[in-house]
């Protein structure tokens, strides 16, 4: 006798939408961290957030279909945070510590909604925005990355046989685990889940968390991923983001107060965060800048993502840094975030193991690394692209990322010639954003 | 919401036996054809078989719970050959004829079950014997075979939690699928399934067979499993085994009459089959010896399964001995069946490729390859072993088998050197037998 469940095979043929994302919390962790403060320090500014793809070969508008990103557009704005989540996000210890999110916050976030997008079809691109106070719009970088995501994967996959995906996502799952197991192979390594806006699809997602809990066991932190973090009772991983920088910088009134506007973001920070929680991220507007003048308390925090500087540079410089102030590098933190895979992590761990506390936060490469295991007639539409997410403006004002790779630059050329006048050139070489 | 099928869930936990082979039809299709001439001319024959295990190093008492094997054994015994089934066997074209089963071997067939078996443990060995007539024992010999293999995976993967069997199965799946690509660069490659007597599990050749379907194409040109190849609509494939001759020499009365054995069992065969099942498996006895009496009607007949023998030595002697018939090799079969994998099917394939019509039948490492991918804790446990199931005794006389390998001979040692005597020893030397 063949078993088959009558109910769910009917609703598998019958079904209007399959969301892509379920959950107000299917997001990254720092989101909601950094909408508290914004919340509570900048809930007035406007901040206008858009889509870009680095990727230019990809003709996204070709690839996806406009009525199902905007029904899965749609399907994200009816969402709400569910009782559920609510106590979970209250009554939940993060980073070691209980009630991180003040009562206030939570009980605005209770009603809190998507707000609304434009969209438009350019040139073979999807133009798309959102407009609004920032406190809304930053909530839709991580599920509209998403959503592009896997509705991309989703039209690749859409010419392929029940068998090709079955044999498909064996040899994920088989390239996935020999990942793992060398990953096994580094002792102390810690390791999380940064691939949430970047992923295959959320059922990959969590699959590629499940085989790191199981592999790795201790070695396997957490995952930025809020809503597998409450589901699979893991840690919630994630710190800040350039928006910070970014809009402040936007709204600053003088050169001066640009030129501070990366150490304020720190200074609001820690007016809401402490411990592990207390990590910079130097590179908005070029780690050399940065460190140039930054305070001394700085020193103190309890690390430093170097996100866009080459691996090593940057996290020696860092190092370099923390001496100069009289820091102990072994005591201090250093997070590694910028498009990492097996072999940089490798050779990151190989270069700083023991030297410093090291971290790493792993995203494309690892929920959406399925080169070398696609049938050909498919493979450009299941190989990741470099989409992002950003803030364009902030209460009108153009905004500006430098970055230390000069690929990732992004913003209005005359005022990225003005940021770079105040903070420099970046002392690295431009290098390929492949995701 | 989770979906879970409550029924499903609640049998999986509940169920007594998972039985293992669940039709008389999971059985290899020779055994079928065989069957009809044993019926046929020599119903009265009372023929032993016995199991052996050759890979000695592995405790199968040990391995297996002996409750277990009874209950897969008797669960086997309950089976009779089901209404649709039967109409299938009668109304199916096999090798394109129609009723190669006769209407009243069929009306024989359809009450026939399994009979009783021997079973204890020497040693660390399970002794299974099957004693009775020839037409019942014969029966025995895939599903026994089936069944302590798939017991013995089971045993070692009930150490496997529910992730790792998951990686395990991803990782077989790709490792197959690499093979398949590997075969599809073999213009006009002609390969089935025969690997049911040694299969990691039924499922897992089933996938298998649904591999080749979809990877291969026309160059699956079938299975020897009756009952895959009835429900997935492929051909039944397969002609004749040892056991024909080995029966019939134990039954000789003179050695005269033993050297005679090995071609009156294809005069007896051509009674009942022509076309493309005139399949000469010459190497019982050494197929040095068989060619060099063979008459030469034999040249005439569609191919030969060299078994035995190293594949391109014994594949180049059949060639000289058709060409010293008079024959064209091109227009020949040759169907190598021994110990195949993709490397050796490629260079037996570059060998003869245009020089002869080519044909694999690709068993254990087809249906049971998990070398290097499973955890090392359960990886013996998995690795697949050379056990046969073989006649002993033909009414009360020993049976032996030389094979063109001779660390393959069976039979009692005096027994063996009288047949030596007769045939000749093998010109080939022993080479190791893994599967």
Redesign the interface.
């Known amino acids: 006798m063949v078993?088959t469940?009558i109910a769910?095979r009917v609703w598998s043929h019958a079904f209007k939408l399959d969301p892509i994302v379920r959950s107000l919390l299917d997001t990254d962790f720092y989101k909601l961290l950094m909408l508290q403060m914004i919340w509570g320090l900048h809930r007035d500014v406007d901040a206008t957030f858009h889509l870009i793809n680095r990727t230019k070969s990809v003709r996204l508008a070709d690839e996806i279909d406009e009525g199902e990103l905007r029904a899965q557009l749609d399907h994200a704005r009816s969402l709400t945070i569910t009782k559920r989540e609510m106590i979970w996000l209250a009554g939940n210890t993060f980073y070691g510590k209980a009630q991180i999110f003040k009562p206030e916050f939570l009980q605005w976030l209770e009603t809190f909604r998507l707000p609304e997008y434009e969209l438009k079809k350019v040139d073979g691109q999807y133009e798309l925005t959102f407009h609004g106070r920032w406190t809304d719009t930053t909530m839709w970088e991580v599920p509209a990355l998403a959503i592009i995501n896997e509705l991309r994967s989703r039209s690749a996959m859409s010419g392929l046989?029940k068998?090709?995906l079955?044999?498909l996502?064996?040899?994920?799952?088989?390239?996935m685990?020999n990942k793992v197991e060398r990953l096994r192979r580094l002792p102390d390594l810690k390791i999380s889940d940064f691939g949430t806006r970047r992923r295959h699809s959320f059922l990959w997602q969590r699959w590629c968390v499940?085989?790191l809990k199981?592999g790795l066991g201790e070695a396997f932190i957490g995952t930025s991923n809020v809503l597998l973090a409450m589901e699979s009772d893991l840690e919630a991983i994630g710190t800040n983001a350039h928006e910070l920088p970014m809009v402040l910088a936007a709204l600053a009134e003088s050169d001066e107060e640009l030129r501070l506007t990366p150490y304020r973001v720190f200074e609001e920070w820690q007016r809401y965060y402490d411990g592990n929680l207390l990590v910079v991220l130097p590179d908005t507007f070029g780690t050399s800048a940065f460190l140039e003048r930054a305070p001394a308390w700085l020193a103190q925090w309890t690390g430093f993502r170097p996100d866009s500087a080459p691996p090593i540079e940057g996290g020696a410089a860092i190092i370099d840094w923390w001496q100069r102030h009289g820091e102990d590098p072994r005591e201090k933190l250093l997070i590694f975030s910028d498009a990492m895979d097996v072999e940089t992590i490798e050779n990151v761990y190989i270069r700083f193991h023991g030297r410093v506390r090291l971290s790493f936060g792993w995203g494309t490469n690892l929920t959406n690394d399925f080169r070398g295991?696609v049938p050909e007639r498919v493979a450009g539409g299941l190989e990741a692209i470099s989409i992002v997410c950003k803030v364009a403006e902030a209460n009108g004002r153009p905004a500006v990322k430098l970055s230390d790779n000069p690929s990732k630059v992004s913003g209005l050329p005359q005022e990225v010639e003005r940021y770079q006048r105040i903070f420099g050139r970046s002392q690295y070489p431009a290098r390929e954003v492949l995701v």
Chains 1, 2 share one sequence.
């Open positions: 078993a469940d769910n046989g068998f090709e079955d044999i996502y064996a040899r994920a799952k088989a390239k685990w499940e085989a199981e295991i």
